[in-house]
Structure formats: structure tokens, C-alpha cells
């Protein structure tokens, strides 16, 4: 019988687990969209998290070559650049031109990703898969 986990429940534990590290979440406003929301309100922004979890950890990349891992326009790289480096996600990498980008997996939200990516792999297909 297959393992059919709560996907919402992994989300809510992912956000603690993210908060309990010291990442505060502000109570919904006319601000927009906080926690996971940042994230997830913009598919292309999804996209780009899993393309950059399918590559070793500190892989380096352009604008264009993320775009192209990613399967979506330089131009959606470009848009949610400045979102992905200020949660911490991608850092720069110093020193090179054109400028490169790295996951960098000890950041605070970058570790709550990597363990919601792994337990909701760990739970298996949910029930829309093929």
C-alpha cells in the first residue's frame, strides 16, 4: 500500500522547522504573501528551486544557464533573482563574469527546502501521479 502523506502537513512542517530556526513569519496583510507563499505564488520560482535541487549543491550558474536547467526565460530568472538571493537560496559567487550563482544549502530556508524536498519524496507520488 502506498505511503499517502500529507503533502500540507510536510509543507506546515517545513514552515516550523523554518521559523524554529529563526526565520520569523509576519501574519498575512496587505503586504502580500509570506512563508511558503514567496515561494510558491510564482510557478517559475518553484521550478527554479527544483531545477537548482537536482543539481549538486554548489554547481554554479548563469542567469541564462539556470534559465536553461530550469526549462524557463532568462527573463523569469532575472525577475525572481533578487527574491532567490535575499532568502538566502543562491549566493553569488565572487569574482566571476558573467556574474554566477550558487545554491547554497546552509542558508536557513535552504535547508527547510531540502528537508521538504526529501520528505515529500519520502512519502511517495501523490495521487495524481501516473
Known amino acids: 500500500m502506498p505511503n499517502t502523506f500529507n503533502t500540507e502537513c510536510v509543507l506546515r512542517i517545513g514552515i516550523a522547522d523554518a521559523m524554529s530556526q529563526g526565520t520569523q ?3 498575512i496583510d496587505d503586504r502580500g504573501p509570506t512563508g511558503w507563499l ?3 505564488r510564482h510557478e517559475s520560482v518553484a521550478t527554479i528551486v ?3 535541487l537536482d543539481h549538486p549543491p554548489h554547481a554554479q550558474f ?3 544557464e539556470l ?3 530550469a526549462e524557463v526565460s532568462r527573463q523569469s530568472v532575472h525577475r525572481h533573482l533578487d527574491l ?3 532568502l538566502g537560496v543562491l549566493e553569488p559567487v565572487e569574482g566571476t563574469s558573467p556574474r554566477r550563482y550558487r545554491f547554497d544549502p546552509e542558508s536557513d530556508v535552504s535547508e527547510a527546502i531540502v528537508r521538504l524536498d526529501g520528505a515529500v519524496n519520502a512519502a511517495g507520488p501523490g495521487p495524481d501521479a501516473d
Do not use: E, F, G, N
Open 25 to 27: 513569519r509576519s501574519t
Open 38 to 40: 514567496v515561494l510558491a
Open 50 to 52: 527544483d531545477a537548482l
Open 62 to 64: 548563469t542567469q541564462t
Open 67 to 69: 534559465a536553461d536547467a
Open 84 to 86: 532567490l538571493l535575499d
